[in-house]
């Protein structure tokens, strides 16, 4: 193991220190409990009253989440858009606009109303010729709503100078009619726009090979644009746009968290003997159900890496049909009962993580129309997704809607995500060494020779993707410890 790597492994090790503070007598969870043998001491469970503000569900998890949320990160600017604001709304597809609307909002007394007109072109609710902004170490933070998402097509912030000649551009949403969107109907929406993110440049503004902006400096103008699918009109509404601390201001390279979906054994035999050569761990999001059966892990498998190699251990789901069919097709008593099932069985059997992810990424509303996101905050402390329109940050935006980026594999005509555009000139760890993130990966089998499907990675293809990790000084991190730096 190189000096870098045993550095890397050391910072890894102290900041679990950090979290096991019970010694041989316990060890403190991360929700604020602690071990007492086989049985975790919890908080006290939310009042009937507030849990039924979840979708009328009023049985009290047995195992509530600690609340340690992500601190909200202060703006160091910031436009709210109340009285004389200044912004415009306009655009060859707007229809209407209200510049000071009182109808909806979730800051102040009013926001900003645009209606498209249904014809794809560009609305915009934007403003030149500010006081220049300095956008080194910083993210932009937006707050926004689409009343109905039906007839939305994507969503993309410019960034520039001259009048917007010279910009960077976030497209930062395209919606999907039929996979989980970030953005659904009817909801306030934070969204985190950090440098690994531009997805294009104009003017004298450039990206290099790297990712790597130009300039992030003398901004003074900016443009929310919205574009619908020319099949009718989208209502949208603009709260905040806001510069805020980013990723890099703590970890100046990012942070890489590598984790394993639906409790393959091959994590155990493949996965881990290579991460620990690099000193690496994981998580894993374990479906309760398998454990114990056919090609899947073992409750002493699961230990060993836990408490040897320091992975975490986290939850998927209980049932493995509900795995299959996701929990958007049953009814929010159903997916809560699950939620609940799984995070008893992970506590009863020495699994103090709180994080989460959807089967199949899939946090839509239940067929009763609970959204599943909100049925997990009654459990767990994070969800992950598996949408990848942008990277994930410090503090997350929405931590039950953690982006991800899945399907890496080093097969051939496979499809999914080609591990070279991960680790290529220019790909994700690039953009994450070069301007800081939390760059979440899904895997999920590992086998010993070519992948065959998307979801599998060779164990040559693995030790590659690791290589470049530790190549560039991407400090690696679980969920759950990740975490911890904002709770």
Same mark, same amino acid.
């Given at each position: 193991?190189?000096k870098?790597?045993?550095?890397g492994r050391?910072?890894?090790?102290?900041?679990r220190?950090?979290l096991?503070?019970?010694?041989?007598?316990?060890v403190?969870?991360?929700?604020g409990?602690a071990?007492? /043998?086989?049985?975790?001491a919890q908080p006290?469970a939310a009042p009937a009253?507030a849990?039924a503000a979840?979708?009328? $569900?009023t049985t009290?998890?047995?195992?509530? @989440?600690?609340g340690?949320?992500?601190?909200?990160?202060?703006a160091?600017?910031s436009?709210?858009?109340q009285?004389?604001?200044g912004?415009? @709304?306009?655009?060859t597809?707007?229809a209407?606009a209200?510049a000071?609307?009182?109808s909806?909002f979730v800051?102040?007394t009013?926001?900003?109303r645009?209606?498209?007109?249904?014809?794809?072109?560009?609305?915009y609710?934007?403003?030149?010729?500010m006081t220049? $902004?300095n956008?080194?170490?910083?993210?932009i933070?937006l707050?926004?709503?689409?009343?109905?998402?039906?007839?939305l097509?994507?969503l993309?912030?410019?960034l520039g100078?001259g009048?917007?000649?010279?910009?960077f551009?976030w497209t930062?949403?395209a919606? !999907?009619?039929t996979a989980?969107? %970030?953005?659904?109907?009817?909801?306030?929406?934070?969204?985190?726009?950090q440098?690994?993110?531009?997805?294009s440049?104009a /003017?004298?503004?450039?990206?290099?090979a790297?990712?790597?902006p130009s300039?992030k400096?003398g901004?003074t103008?900016?443009?929310?644009?919205? %574009?619908d699918?020319a099949g009718?009109?989208v209502t949208?509404?603009?709260?905040?746009?806001?510069v805020?601390?980013?990723?890099?201001t703590v970890?100046?390279? /990012?942070?890489?968290?590598i984790?394993?979906?639906d409790?393959?054994k091959?994590v155990?035999?493949?996965?881990?003997p290579?991460?620990?050569q690099f000193?690496?761990?994981?998580?894993?999001?374990?479906?309760?159900?398998?454990?114990g059966?056919g090609?899947?892990?073992?409750v002493?498998?699961?230990?060993?890496?836990?408490? %040897?190699? /320091?992975?975490?251990?986290?939850?998927?789901s209980?049932?493995n049909?509900?795995?299959?069919?996701?929990?958007p097709?049953?009814?929010?008593?159903q997916?809560?009962?699950?939620f609940?099932?799984?995070?008893?069985?992970?506590?009863g059997n020495g699994?103090?993580?709180?994080?989460?992810?959807?089967?199949?990424?899939a946090?839509?509303?239940?067929?009763?129309?609970v959204?599943?996101?909100?049925i997990?905050s009654?459990?767990?402390t994070?969800?992950?997704?598996?949408?990848?329109?942008?990277?994930?940050?410090f503090?997350p935006a929405? @931590?039950?809607?953690?982006?991800?980026?899945?399907?890496?594999?080093?097969?051939?005509?496979i499809?999914?995500t080609?591990?070279s555009k991960?680790?290529?000139?220019?790909?994700?760890?690039d953009?994450?060494?070069n301007?800081g993130?939390?760059?979440?990966?899904?895997l999920?089998?590992?086998?010993?020779?070519?992948?065959a499907? !998307?979801t599998e990675?060779g164990?040559?293809?693995?030790a590659? $993707?690791m290589?470049?990790?530790?190549?560039?000084?991407?400090?690696?991190?679980?969920?759950?410890?990740?975490m911890?730096?904002?709770?």
């Open positions: 193991m190189s870098k790597q045993h550095r050391d910072g890894a090790l102290s900041r220190a950090a096991l503070m019970g010694g041989t007598g316990g403190a969870l991360a929700g409990g071990w007492l /043998g086989s049985v975790a006290a009253a849990e979840i979708g009328g $569900l009290p998890p047995a195992y509530a @989440p600690s340690r949320r992500p601190k909200h990160r202060r160091t600017w436009q709210q858009f009285a004389s604001h912004w415009t @709304p306009g655009g597809g707007t209407s209200e000071n609307d009182t909806a800051r102040g009013q926001s900003v645009v209606t498209t007109n249904g014809t794809g072109k560009q609305s609710v934007r403003k030149t010729g220049a $902004l956008l080194t170490n910083k993210m933070r707050v926004l709503r689409v009343d109905d998402v039906t007839n097509s994507k993309v912030f410019y100078s009048s917007l000649a010279n910009h551009a930062f949403h919606h !999907s009619k989980a969107n %970030y953005v659904q109907s009817g909801e306030w929406v934070t969204v985190h726009l440098w690994a993110d531009v997805t440049a /003017g004298t503004y450039s990206l290099s790297s990712g790597t300039t400096t901004f103008d900016m443009s929310f644009a919205v %574009y699918n009718g009109p949208y509404r603009l709260q905040a746009v806001e805020i601390p980013d990723t890099a970890f100046p390279k /990012g942070v890489v968290s984790t394993f979906d409790s393959h091959s155990h035999d493949l996965a881990r290579v991460m620990d000193g690496y761990s994981g998580t894993v999001y374990n479906i309760a159900d398998a454990i059966t090609s899947f892990l073992t002493g498998q699961m230990r060993s890496m836990q408490d %040897y190699s /320091g992975w975490e251990m986290a939850g998927h209980y049932a049909a509900t795995h299959t069919a996701s929990y097709k049953l009814t929010a008593e997916a809560d009962d699950d609940r099932k799984l995070r008893e069985w992970l506590v699994f103090s993580s709180e994080h989460f992810a959807y089967p199949h990424g946090f839509q509303k239940t067929s009763d129309g959204p599943v996101d909100l997990a009654r459990h767990f994070t969800a992950r997704s598996i949408i990848s329109e942008t990277i994930e940050s503090a929405m @931590p039950y809607r953690l982006k991800a980026l899945t399907g890496i594999n080093d097969g051939t005509g499809g999914g080609a591990l991960v680790t290529g000139a220019g790909g994700r760890l953009r994450c060494a301007s993130d939390w760059l979440i990966l899904c999920h089998k590992v086998v010993d020779g070519a992948p499907t !998307s990675i164990k040559a293809g693995l590659a $993707l290589k470049a990790i530790d190549d560039r000084g991407i400090q690696v991190l679980t969920v759950e410890e990740a911890a730096y904002y709770t």
